[in-house]
């Protein structure tokens, strides 16, 4: 579970947010199991925009098996 560090998310395009979404997902997550999440709590700050790239890359990229 992590690897997103909500401080680059806060400041970062929304495309951005997906891409760093997809990269982290791609290394982390072969094998199975893997959480993507910012460790425990989502950010007050954090745009609506940028959650809603999370979500989409969670499930563009999240699924299993997952593709390099």
Same mark, same amino acid.
């Given at each position: 579970m992590g690897n997103l560090n909500y401080n680059k998310l806060l400041t970062a395009s929304s495309h951005q947010? %997906?891409? @760093? !979404?997809? *990269?982290?997902? *791609?290394?982390?997550?072969? /094998? /199975? /199991? %893997?959480? +993507? @999440?910012?460790? !425990?709590?989502?950010? +007050?700050?954090?745009?609506v925009e940028n959650l809603r790239a999370i979500l989409r890359a969670t499930k563009t990229a999240g699924k299993y098996p997952i593709i390099k």
């Open positions: 947010v %997906y891409e @760093d !979404c997809v *990269k982290h997902i *791609k290394i982390a997550a072969q /094998g /199975g /199991g %893997y959480w +993507l @999440d910012f460790g !425990c709590e989502i950010p +007050l700050d954090l745009p």
